[in-house]
């Protein structure tokens, strides 16, 4: 096959800039379109999303094969109207250019969020439905650009694909970074709304870029078994007599995967093939073979089994009733998926803002005061932020503390990546721990550097 001509939408951002730079690192042939130049080794067009024509354009003068498109306003923006404009209009144009031109990949940038309600999400996978009431404008237009996306898979000749990373971070974030730091000069790190005992995602710029080129890679690859449709006997099988899986689908779903742990470093779960011994009169070779196996960080869950119910989304009576069902994009399928991308390592909310406050200590050392923790809890901050709100509205002045904010730090919000594991092959390259290292290490050089105002707030 030709080599694939990339187009990331949305290239000098925080996002799109290292997926430029990946996909660069390797060789690939990219070009960039946005309405910010940020770039000068790299083929740049500028333009604007919703107006399909400028697309089009663009899409045939590169000879693009391959678009990802990470376009998107950044949280927070007082405005709404821009969100639909370029998270869902603008994503329906980019649909439609691409169909038009022929190319045959579309990898969407979406959002945890995008089922986020405002109420805890605790390992869901990718069967959780958008929610009925939005928690607010940016989520429900990254829901709507999804859901178009995901309803243009093999139309026209175009195969599309959605990721969903959650609380991305990292070089180039201006936004988290900016607020933690504004708090740390302010001397306001000893406050905290919450008990702390809610789990929160985030996830590195780099691992996101990461499994947005797994994605590119593997959209157009085969599923592992053909479509229900195509089999001679496909009127035999039944809801009673499920269609068997084919020796390539067992191997995704079957070996069990390892635990996560580039931070907290890996651990045993103890078997009967690998094992600690206990007190015994005689060891045998054999008990010596299963503490060796325990022993082994080369098998660190090698003999762990993988246990799962028919309720489980990877389980082989789920996939085999996607068959029936949706024969065209079981969940072993790429194309006309969602996958969530995180760290696969939540962290509580306030233990991730005291880790970075830490790291700025340690490059601004005597700039805050050590201080207890001031602890309000979840529905007096909701008092309070609800009174402020009030107070701004009537000032005309932004409020400190809204209720969005309190929810926010307060809410379990974390996902279950394993359909990306199996699925892409997705596994986080860089740890939780050395993303905050680095993230803070570049804001710190900024902000010498005159780049981050030093009056907190701006």
Known sequence: ???????????????????????????????????????????????????????????????????????????????????????????????????????????????AGAVFAGTDIVDADERVPYPEKPF?????????????????????????????????????????????????????????????????????????????????????TPPPS??????????????????????????????????????????RIPTSAARPLGPCLNVTPELEKIEQRFRDPNSVEKDRPTVRTRFDQMSEYTVARAKIFNPEATPLSVDGQAFFISNGEPIYFWDLARVIWRHLDGIFPGQRKERSPFVMPKSVGMLVAGLLETIGWVTGKEATLTKFRVTFTCVNRWHNIEKARRVLGYEPPVSAQDGIKRMVEWFAEEVVAGNVSEKAGH
């Open 1 to 111: 096959m030709a080599p694939e001509s990339y187009l990331v939408v949305g290239g000098s951002g925080f996002l799109g800039r290292h997926i430029v730079k990946q996909l660069l690192a390797r060789g690939d042939n990219v070009s960039v379109f946005d309405i910010v130049q940020r770039y000068h080794d790299t083929p740049f067009y500028s333009g604007d999303i919703s107006e399909k024509d400028q697309v089009l354009s663009v899409l045939k003068r590169c000879g693009t094969t391959c678009i990802i498109h990470t376009a998107s306003p950044q949280h927070g923006l007082k405005d709404p109207s821009l969100y639909f404009k370029i998270n869902v209009d603008g994503t329906k144009s980019v649909i439609a250019a691409a169909q038009e031109a022929g190319v045959r990949k579309l990898i969407y940038t979406s959002s």
């Open 136 to 220: 607010d404008a940016y989520n429900e237009s990254k829901a709507n650009g999804e859901a178009a996306v995901l309803a243009a898979n093999r139309q026209g000749g175009l195969l599309t694909v959605a990721l969903r990373p959650a609380g991305i971070y990292g070089p180039g974030d201006r936004q988290m970074m900016q607020g933690m730091y504004d708090v740390f000069r302010k001397g306001q790190t000893h406050f905290q709304i919450g008990d702390n005992n809610n789990l929160f995602d985030i996830t590195y710029v780099e691992n996101v870029a990461y499994a947005h080129l797994l994605a590119a890679d593997k959209l157009d």
């Open 226 to 267: 053909k479509p229900l449709s195509q089999w001679p006997d496909k009127d035999e099988y039944s809801l009673e007599n499920l269609p068997p899986l084919t020796q390539e689908e067992r191997n995704i779903l079957g070996p069990a995967l390892p635990h996560i742990a580039l931070t907290t470093k890996p651990r």
